[in-house]
């Protein structure tokens, strides 16, 4: 190892409201040192998450807050540089907890060993990752669309909502999709193979889905909560379902906002709500994967990737997954990717 130095983005104040680039610090700190049992890694993709923004507001929830002056974390891919682990050897890919700093020093029980097989080593942040399984599991097993439904889903060219819609069609769903920009509503439809798309910008959704889904729809997954879920509550049927998976446009909200007006409609149409998150069924990820993967490397699925460079880069990615920037998975790569 030649570098002496390591870079690492910390929290510098907690956010009031949407995040500012003035809330982060990078900072350089000594190379880390594995001890016995360790692994020195590289970073060479690290996530950009929504749910990080949770952690960042001091408030203890399924997940530790992030700490004022400690660095972030989140998904990574990285490369092993040194080991002093026996199950690990220099050269190995593996996936960790570990982003949000170039290198870092770990014990090998918390790095995963991955071999990238047919897909491209970045897919197993997005399509093969964390967000791939998040749409597997919440459309598999609270949305279980049937053949001839209507899938309704929110942040549609996103990580998870681009996958959820795409398994909802191949399992006989007919699905709709709503985005930022009319591209992005172009790319869901040509691309993606959504039944119909809309900019939620430019047509509110309970009018979009008026036009789009006349006899109203059976699941609605979603990922943005707000005018969205009072939208799909009041298009959804009896007995529909709703995957409450996330609601980003609530994320950044300085006050809890009130909840849909139209609530009471859970009750009438007799509507499954389920919430869930996804660490919970970490041990479904086998059974994911032995689904998924094979589609991926058929290319029977598709995904895009949204990478920004370098590590100074990386608070100002977070930024732009509120201002629906990223189309796909928002990545940021902090060296080479080796297998490429
Ligand atoms: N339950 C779980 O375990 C779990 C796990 C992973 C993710 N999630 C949730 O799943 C959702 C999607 O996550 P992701 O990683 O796939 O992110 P993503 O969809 O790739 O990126 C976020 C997207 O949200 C949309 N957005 C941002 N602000 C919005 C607003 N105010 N109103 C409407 N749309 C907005 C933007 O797209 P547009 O340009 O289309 O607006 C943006 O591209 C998030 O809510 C996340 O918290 C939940």
Known sequence: MSATTSREVRLRARPRGLPTLDDFEIAETPMPE????????????????????????????????????????????????ESRAPELAPGDLVLSQLGWREFAAAPARALERIDPGPAPLAAHLGILGMPGFTAWYGMREIGRPRSGETVFVSAASGAVGSLAGQLATRWGARVLGSVGTEDKAAHVRDELGFDGAFCYRTTPPREALAALAPDGIDVYFDNVGGEHLEAALHHLRDFGRIVACGMISRYNDAAPAPGPSNLFLVVTRRLLLQGFIITDHWGRRGEFLAEV???????????????????EAAPGALLKLFAGKNLGKMLVRLAPDPTR
């Open 293 to 311: 993967a094979p589609l991926v490397a058929r290319g029977e699925l598709r995904w895009r990737e949204t990478v920004a460079e370098g590590i």
């Open 34 to 81: 594995p001890r016995e049992g360790e692994a020195l890694v590289r970073t060479i993709y690290m996530s950009v998450d929504p749910y990080m923004r949770g952690r960042m507001t001091g408030v203890r929830s399924y997940v530790a807050p992030f700490e004022v002056g400690e660095p972030l974390s989140g998904g990574a891919v990285g490369q092993v540089v």
